[in-house]
Structure formats: C-alpha cells, structure tokens
C-alpha cells in the first residue's frame, strides 16, 4: 500500500511572518492616527472661543429710545463710538484723567471711559450730538465759537458737556472744593469755574477763553 503524502495547504488562508508584521503594524498606525485625531478635534472644542457675556440694554439717548445687545465688558465710551457711531465723544486717556469723554447721565456728567454700558439700563444719556445741531447750537456751543474756547478741537465736546453740566450744579446748590459758603451756595466765579473744569484737561491751553464761554452762558460778566 504505497505511503500517504501530506495534504497541501490551502493556499488562500497561507500567511507568511512578513505579512502578519505588515498587517499588525498598519493596523497599531491606524488606531494611532485615529486616536490623535479624536484628541486634536477635542484639544479644538476645548480651545474655541467662547461668545463674551452679553446683556440686553436699554436707555434713552439725546431723546431717542436705544435697544441693544451688549458685550457685559464693553464701556459706555465704546458703545457710543463703536455700536452706535457717535463719534463726537472723544477717547483720550481711557483712564479717567483728561475728561474728553464727559458725557450727561441722568443730569451728571461722567467720563464714559470709566462706566460699562450695561449699567445704565434706563437712563437718560446725553451726547455733544444731543445738545444742539449745525443749525441750532447749544448756547454752549455758541460761546465757544465766539470765545475760541478750542484750538485742535479734540477735547471740546467733553468741554461743553461738562460745562453744561458744571452750571447745572451751581444752580442746584452742589459745592466744590473752591466754595467759599456752603450755605449760600456759589457763585460762578472764574475760581469756582476752573475748579470745577479741572478734570477736563485742554492740552492747547485754551482755558482762559473757556471761563470766558462759560460765563457768558451763565450771565457773568468776565
């Protein structure tokens, strides 16, 4: 009976070494790449950006009902140049200090520079675009003209803002530290002016004709 041979293998299910190393390694690369691939797309969704907190704002300004969504960070200053294109207002220092910002809120000027937008929900504000126009000025505006109360014009509206204001405290009976009596009230001297306007700085020096503007709106004689 002649001897068995041994079967063949089948060829489709013959792998070699070499193979087997070749398909474990493509497929330890491929768990890799797909593993580095979740974590940058999770690096990416913890590194957006998130949208800034924002309130909805709404105050009355130079008369005219304003509604609008703001960044809870922004300050009054920019939402006034930079959402609602009154330029009039000037940044200078943007630290408090040189008042080209001076705006009215509420009857009060205040340097916008230093107050966020979101807290004057339901106020009054009042701009140098609000206090008169090309046409019909503000007795204020008025005065500086006559008096050269300027030069480069670049702190002027914070000027007649706070100017406006400043006569506004005379006559309600708020003192300043240049007030000599307390109880009669103060005068609108050239002293009790200069006091009073010290926080609106004028780099051109043009303060002289500035007391002068100011009082001839306030009926003083110079």
Request: proline share 5%; charged share 20%; net charge neutral.
């Amino acid at each position: 009976m002649p001897p068995r041979t041994p079967a063949a293998p089948d060829a489709g299910i013959a792998i070699s070494r070499r193979q087997v190393l070749i398909g474990t390694a493509g497929t330890a690369v491929t768990a890799v790449l797909a593993k580095g691939d979740d974590t940058q797309a999770a690096a990416r969704k913890q590194s957006a950006p998130k949208s800034p907190p924002g309130s909805h704002v709404t105050f009355t300004l130079n008369g005219r009902r304003v509604a609008l969504d703001v960044d809870n960070r922004s300050t009054l200053l920019d939402v006034l140049r930079e959402r609602l294109h009154l330029n009039g207002t000037k940044k200078g220092c943007d630290h408090g200090q040189c008042g080209a910002c001076t705006v009215i809120v509420e009857g009060r000027r205040i340097n916008s520079c230093l107050t966020l937008a979101v807290m004057h929900e339901g106020d009054s504000i009042t701009t140098i675009e609000g206090l008169g126009t090309p046409d019909n000025l503000h007795p204020m505006q008025s005065a500086f003209i006559k008096h050269d109360g300027y030069q480069c014009g670049y702190c002027t509206p914070g000027q007649i803002c706070s100017a406006v204001a400043m006569l506004e405290e005379i006559k309600a009976g708020v003192p300043s530290h240049a007030s000599g009596d307390l109880i009669d009230g103060s005068s609108v001297t050239a002293v009790e002016i200069r006091e009073r306007m010290s926080g609106n700085i004028c780099r051109c020096g043009a303060y002289s004709n500035i007391v002068e503007a100011i009082q001839e709106v306030a009926g003083v004689d110079a």
